[in-house]
């Protein structure tokens, strides 16, 4: 079966910086647009950022916007998002997830195939 999982995620001081990394496996990966979203503590999972199959577009939410950069790498069937400048606001839980030839809006979870079990992103103030 289809596997996400995430990894990178840690306790970071606020204006650091993190690499989460989502490695892909049992599906033709560039096939898929991927996404990253967060939850945190008693709020919606929201979406932070999207790249399409080929890894030549890309979207972020306004909080993010600046800070975070998502790339691909297909020929390691894998996604990253670099977060910089991190602010307490950031900590959640971070999703990554598959759409399949990015059909759907990347900002809407329903429209995701595949997700990762998450990983841990604290920021301390």
């Known amino acids: 079966q289809v596997q996400l999982v995430e990894s990178g995620g840690e306790l970071v001081q606020a204006g650091g910086s993190l690499r989460l990394s989502c490695a892909a496996s049992?599906?033709?990966?560039?096939?898929?647009?991927m996404g990253w979203f967060r939850q945190a503590p008693g709020k919606e999972r929201e979406f932070v950022s999207s790249?399409?199959?080929?890894?030549?577009?890309?979207s972020y939410a306004d909080s993010v916007k600046g800070r975070f950069t998502i790339s691909r790498d297909n020929a390691k069937n894998t996604v990253y998002l670099r977060m910089n400048s991190l602010k307490s606001e950031d900590t959640a839980v971070y999703y990554c997830?598959?759409?399949?030839?990015?059909?759907?809006?990347?900002?809407?979870?329903?429209?995701?195939?595949?997700w990762g079990q998450g990983t841990q992103v604290t920021v301390s103030s």
């Open positions: 997830a598959a759409r399949l030839r990015g059909e759907g809006p990347d900002t809407d979870r329903n429209a995701y195939n595949y």
């Open positions: 049992r599906l033709t990966f560039s096939l898929y647009a």
């Open positions: 790249i399409n199959w080929r890894g030549d577009s890309t």
